[in-house]
């Protein structure tokens, strides 16, 4: 079954203690993405990669990193989160085949509560 | 990437055809018109897209006005499951940039 997933699902942890949530797609898509979403601002995206060993930062970077040293595989690392780093994160991926033809898999989602 | 407005909410009674609309008078010829929807905290899920035909597929229809500057997303049946923010997004070579959406409230 084609998926994108995030692990873990939910997460409460503490200000400073490094993390990492893991994404990981079956589809051998080129591009994959990070999003967060808060109530009354929508989804906005965190970092993207068109592929292994390319990332570009989104609108609201500061604070994460990323890396992609596979193509199935790409982390998302909070080095020192902070509680306005609580949010629901989305990872995403989909294939670049075609000008503007691809259809993005999101994933299930992470909560993250920081403390 | 051109900008999209879309009305904050809408309501619809089950059974019911859904028609979601959006602007996007900014539109350059080679961006795509694209609709996403999100059920509750799921992640979103595509719905269709198009250029400047319109599109159905086994979800919805999409209908884009002749001068591209507007679109119409159609639920033909609508069920309380289509309960939901819907985004219509415009891009090219970018990535997708999601807005703020519509939420649509299917209604027994």
């Known amino acids: 079954e084609a998926q994108v997933t995030q692990n873990p699902r939910y997460l409460i942890t503490v200000t400073g203690k490094k993390l990492t949530v893991t994404c990981s797609q079956n589809?051998?898509?080129?591009?994959m993405s990070w999003y967060r979403q808060d109530p009354g601002l929508g989804l906005r995206q965190i970092y993207y990669?068109?592929?292994?060993?390319?990332?570009d930062k989104g609108d609201v970077p500061e604070g994460y990193k990323v890396s992609r040293k596979e193509k199935r595989n790409f982390p998302l690392i909070l080095e020192s989160p902070s509680p306005n780093q609580t949010s629901l994160y989305f990872c995403?991926?989909?294939?670049?085949?075609?000008?503007?033809?691809?259809?993005?898999?999101f994933g299930p989602g992470t909560r993250l509560t920081v403390t | 990437d051109a900008k999209t407005t879309q009305p904050p909410s809408m309501d619809c009674a089950e059974g019911r055809a859904a028609n979601l609309p959006c602007n996007h008078s900014?539109?350059?010829?080679?961006?795509?018109v694209y609709w996403y929807r999100q059920i509750h905290s799921q992640g979103p899920q595509y719905i269709i897209h198009?250029?400047?035909n319109n599109e159905t597929n086994e979800m919805a229809s999409l209908i884009i006005t002749e001068d591209r500057k507007s679109s119409t997303l159609i639920l033909p049946h609508a069920t309380l499951r289509d309960t939901a923010v819907y985004y219509c997004?415009?891009?090219?070579?970018?990535?997708?940039?999601f807005g703020k959406g519509t939420r649509l409230s299917v209604i027994a």
């Open positions: 198009g250029l400047k």
């Open positions: 995403a991926s989909s294939s670049l085949a075609g000008e503007g033809v691809d259809e993005q898999y």
């Open positions: 997004i415009v891009r090219g070579n970018t990535p997708l940039v």
């Open positions: 990669s068109m592929n292994v060993e390319v990332t």
């Open positions: 900014t539109i350059s010829g080679n961006e795509y």
């Open positions: 589809m051998n898509h080129e591009y």
